[in-house]
């Protein structure tokens, strides 16, 4: 794909190619400012663990007859 992209950058003309080197910029500070771009996980597994407890019944039909 990096060849391909680059090939299509260089297809622009010059002013293009100056905006799309300006909307990467863009990108990587939109990077640094957003805790949701990053792909760090701070979830730790079994922090629940037999702290939840299911009825016996859970997997049966409910019934809404009053």
Do not use: C, H, W, Y
Request: proline fraction near 6%; glycine fraction near 4%.
């Amino acid at each position: 794909m990096n060849t391909e992209l680059v090939k299509t950058i260089d297809s622009l003309p010059i002013a293009m190619q100056e905006e799309v080197k300006d909307f990467v910029g863009f990108l990587k500070e939109k990077l640094k400012k957003s805790p949701e771009f990053t792909f760090v996980s701070t979830r730790k597994t079994g922090i629940f663990k037999g702290k939840i407890e299911l009825k016996p019944d859970f997997d049966e039909p409910l019934n809404f007859s009053n």
